[in-house]
């Protein structure tokens, strides 16, 4: 019985330091806002490849070129960032895991991306170069 009584005590104590999940182990949660530099420059990395080689998005509205491409892709990450950090201000919840703020942020990038090919497309139709 002095066995049993330790564990419990034991137990009991570890609670106060640590959030406790099923079974007695320890819980813990993981962040995913904000993504870390490495995240976003890698997600910069991906939108220049996209607009400037071969691809469903540059077969309809064309391919840029690899200075265009990359400033196109800071400016569509950076603001895509931007409207997702103050969708997170916004929704600052205590159990929030950043997920929902994610999303955000990847809708933007994608919905940028479009608007960005669209217009230069358009622009490109009305002042034809030769």
């Known amino acids: 019985m002095a066995e049993t009584a330790s564990v419990a005590d034991t137990r009991a104590g570890s609670e106060s330091s640590a959030p406790v999940g099923f079974s007695g182990v320890p819980s813990f949660s993981l962040k995913?806002?904000?993504p870390t530099q490495r995240t976003r420059d890698a997600v910069i990395h991906r939108l220049v490849e996209t607009l400037t080689t071969q691809?469903?998005?540059s077969k309809r509205y064309g391919l840029l070129s690899e200075e265009e491409?990359?400033?196109?892709?800071?400016?569509i990450e950076e603001e895509a960032f931007s409207t997702a950090s103050s969708?997170?201000?916004?929704s600052s919840g205590a159990d929030d895991d950043g997920i929902d703020v994610l999303h955000v942020y990847s809708?933007?990038?994608?919905?940028?991306?479009?608007e960005s090919a669209k217009a230069r497309a358009a622009a490109s139709s009305v002042n034809p170069q030769s």
């Not at 969708?87 to 916004?90: E, K, L, Q, V």
């Open 32 to 34: 995913i806002w904000p």
């Open 55 to 57: 691809s469903v998005l």
């Open 69 to 75: 491409g990359t400033s196109s892709a800071l400016a």
């Open 87 to 90: 969708a997170a201000a916004a």
């Open 107 to 114: 809708r933007e990038i994608s919905r940028r991306v479009i």
